[in-house]
């Protein structure tokens, strides 16, 4: 799913920051890949059943595994998601 935040952000430095972050000691950062990829097969059950309910829950799910990914997480898109706008 794309979401457009109005943020222009360079991404050969999200990847780089995202492959640095994988190779850290404690992690969380390749686990939280890991419950990313396992999402997604929920996810396609959710959209094989047409449960919209359950996909919403599931991209917030992925969103909170993300975000140790993420140098400094946009407060403003964090914002946005728990407010729906």
Known sequence: M????????ASAKIIDDQVKST?????SALE??????MLT????ECLLRSDID???DLFHQSWLAKN???PLSPRHLSTQ?????
């Open 2 to 9: 794309l979401y457009y935040t109005g943020v222009s952000r």
């Open 23 to 27: 190779s850290s000691e404690d992690g």
């Open 32 to 37: 939280g890949l890991h419950q990313v990829k």
């Open 41 to 44: 097969y929920e996810m396609k």
């Open 54 to 56: 359950g996909m919403a």
């Open 68 to 70: 140790p990914l993420l």
């Open 81 to 85: 998601l728990k407010t729906g706008y």
